[in-house]
């Protein structure tokens, strides 16, 4: 091929494969048909409508019909969203925040106020105001704080009355709010002396002394907490009572001999 140099071959190459590149349509506005896109869909059917064969009267009556039937639907639904929102007021809810740069984060808090906008809804949390549609998550009142509430973790401890040792219990004193400064703990009806307990760092450490009146068995600890919601919780945490020290029965027949021994040894004082 005289005159064409291998920069002009690359560059009519790259034409050709521009040329087999399939383009991309992206779809513009709403794939949702709402009461203005119907209304101009049926002002623009009128207007190019044949006028040798217009629409029958029947057909745009029908047409009528429809779009009447979908405003009100949209008012309705607008107004049951407006309606609910102002339900909100003192819940817990969650909602997304965008920020300048297009990053979201939940944000959650309480609603303080429902206020209306260009007829939507807006929730006013924490000085700032949120749009209904970025609401994400609405929670009970005891739901949302339950997390801050004391609790105890769920665990078993032993007892050995021949190794008797401290007894180690993972607590929460509660959080944001809700924090309890004491607790008491309850064993087989009674509670636990406060000089056999002492807690630090999320541990609440008891006494083996607290145990030492105890049979073997199982036991349950509750723990009753002086938040504002006096949270009681006394499922999470046994004592098992287990004695692994040396068979008692032993001992017994020790006494036993030894008291046939004196016996014996009195009968013969008295023959003497």
Excluded: C
Aim: aromatic share 6%; charged share 25%; hydrophobic share 30%.
């Amino acid at each position: 091929m005289a005159g064409v140099t291998n920069t002009d071959l690359a560059t009519k190459l790259d034409e050709l494969e521009g040329l087999n590149t399939e383009k991309k349509f992206e779809p513009r506005g709403s794939s949702e048909l709402g009461k203005d896109a119907f209304l101009k869909l049926l002002v623009t059917q009128l207007s190019n409508q044949d006028p040798l064969n217009p629409q029958s009267d029947q057909e745009f009556i029908a047409q009528l019909a429809q779009f009447s039937a979908l405003e009100q639907m949209t008012n309705m639904s607008a107004t049951l969203t407006n309606t609910s929102a102002y339900s909100l007021v003192g819940k817990q809810v969650i909602v997304n925040s965008t920020d300048s740069v297009g990053k979201v984060t939940e944000v959650r808090g309480t609603v303080d106020a429902v206020k209306m906008k260009n007829g939507s809804a807006e929730l006013l949390i924490d000085g700032k105001t949120y749009s209904i549609d970025d609401l994400v998550q609405v929670m009970d009142s005891y739901y949302a704080i339950k997390e801050y509430l004391p609790s105890v973790e769920e665990q078993e401890i032993s007892y050995d009355p021949s190794n008797p040792s401290m007894s180690s219990i993972k607590i929460n004193l509660g959080s944001n709010g809700y924090e309890a400064s004491s607790v008491a703990v309850m064993l087989n009806g009674k509670y636990i002396d406060k000089e056999h307990m002492t807690y630090e760092d999320g541990i609440l450490k008891i006494s083996p002394e607290a145990f030492k009146d105890l049979a073997p068995g199982k036991y349950n600890l509750g723990f009753y907490f002086d938040d504002p919601f006096n949270t009681a919780v006394t499922d999470k945490v046994t004592v098992k009572v287990e004695n692994s020290g040396p068979n008692q029965g032993g001992d017994t027949d020790k006494d036993d001999d030894t008291t046939g021994s004196d016996t014996d040894k009195d009968d013969n004082t008295e023959e003497v």
